[in-house]
């Protein structure tokens, strides 16, 4: 028998035990690993009319509307998303805002302030509760994998790797985790380079970098980008580790193409992933035709991250910006480029703001990249791109896969981009999920300041 969604209350219901169906969900055909099934009537916003089949907390089928045999919850048309992926975060720099020193919001500000809070507080015990606080704001909202760069620089690797590594074993089968290593692009040229490659492979994680020397900007002072690049890319391969960069992140910058020629050196087509690229998007056109072309070639995955692009790139005190600050993501996905969107760092002096929900971060992307009319896939730079990009198993919906959903107040994409969705209902493995993101109260010992000067 079918039963009202409203009338049954979806707490009976979702228990995670035995059959169930969701009968009439609408799911982005661009979130469902196996495409429409055949039959399913599809809406013009790219979504698709689906019944939903559970048993014990587990996707046993995706089919065409209809079914009747077994218990049921009817949704009525209400959006079914799977949880999301955010493949780009700094966990470890994340909710010192009020602590670090203020960074005037921009890049060069955010970077002092982050190395005088780093030096001065991130203890082992620091980055936990500061990683906990955040994995669980993240948990609420039903983000459910996140990749996150970690600042590894000599002295503090060890530290930060360790704490990491007892946040992936707490968190598992909550939020999964993959680890990468950040450091300015010339440390490997020295022999911390080595030592840090050792240190990513004992623990699992990516190989990483961003394209600046230790304390300067983006777009100078690296002459010898293609040797350090070399470097890196030997360490990578010797211990066969992924590659995860941070790239060209301001308005003017020209690492990219030596990136991209870099991975075609090395054979590491389809292993590399870069983070920003904003200067891409100044380029006069035929320029960046033939780096988008390379990027291809290369088969580099591209990330872009809209609200840490927005809140820095061109930032001068008592002037109006005058552009986004994002890379050319529709230009990139239609030569092929894989892009991904993701949320980068939550209060910290990169950025004030976010909460590590990846569902308000593509509602942003959405409205900042143009990524409507038609919506077409969208939804996947948030789900299934990031998915094939990082391997989680999170961002699709797919048969014999935990059913972990996200049941949404809204019957179509403008109306999921439109709210905030606060009264989502999240689904674990079946099961109605308690789990909401906590209170800033749970951030307490409240700590001061860090001494300016
Ligand atoms: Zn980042």
Known sequence: ?????GRAGPAQMLTGRGALLLSRAQVPVSLLADGAPAGAPLAPDGTVSVDIRLTDGLVAAVQAPGATEGPACDLGGRQVWPMLIDMHAHLDKAHVLGRAPDSGGTHAGAREATTRDRLAHWTREDLMRRMDFALACAEGYGTAAIRTHLDSHEGQA?????????MRARWAGRVELQGVALVPLDAYGTGHGARLADLVAANGG???GVTRVSGGTHGGGLDDIDALLDRLFALARERDLDVDLHVDEAAV???????????????YEGRVTCGHCCSLALLPEEEAAAVIALLAEAG???????????YLQDRTPGRTPRWRGVTPVQELRAAGVPVAVAGDNTRDPFHAYGDGDMLDTWRQAVRVLHLDHPFADAPALAGAVPAAITGFAAGTIRVGRPADLMIFEA???????ARPQSDRLLVRRGALSAARPPSYAALA?????????
């Open 1 to 5: 028998m079918i039963q009202d969604f």
């Open 253 to 267: 910058a020209s690492a990219l193409p030596h990136v991209a020629r870099a991975v075609l050196r090395h054979g």
């Open 411 to 417: 019957w179509s994409l403008d109306q999921i981009i």
């Open 158 to 166: 060890e530290t930060t790797w360790g704490a990491f590594d007892a």
């Open 206 to 208: 990516l190989l990483g």
């Open 300 to 310: 580099v995955a591209l990330v872009t991250l809209p609200t840490v692009n927005m």
């Open 445 to 453: 010992p409240h700590e001061e300041p860090a001494p300016v000067g």
